[in-house]
């Protein structure tokens, strides 16, 4: 992932858009908005290529959603722990494994939290990057 956050970063820096240094919940309104409105329009393009089932249109758009979505994580500075801050709600998904070996699931087919289920530390993540 930190080959494509420098890649979002050289793209930001070249084009002049919007990103912080260090981390940071606030964003300007107008880039919150740009970023919420990016994110929309290509999760509408992921929907139509999924209905059409044009295999290059989902491949363009889930690409294209990962572009928008970095270019998100490093609006907010967090480009130096998107890695940590996945590993660590990788971790705690992965404790949706029952203590006996199994997995619950929703009727839609989501995994549900078994009452062993730890919920991810991103507090401690992002102490540890400051």
Known sequence: MRAQLEALLEFHRTMGVYFA?????HLPEDVAAVRLALLEEELEEYRQALAA??????ADALT??????????????????AEALFAEVHRSNMTKIGPDGR???????????????????LQRVLRGHR
Do not use: C, N
């Open 21 to 25: 240094e260090k981390p940071t919940a």
């Open 53 to 58: 089932e044009d295999l290059v249109a989902v």
């Open 64 to 81: 294209d959603l990962l572009y928008v979505l970095l270019g998100t994580f490093i609006s907010h500075g967090l480009q130096d722990m």
């Open 103 to 121: 997995v619950i699931y929703r009727e839609d087919g989501k995994v549900l939290k078994p009452p062993t289920f730890e919920p991810p530390d």
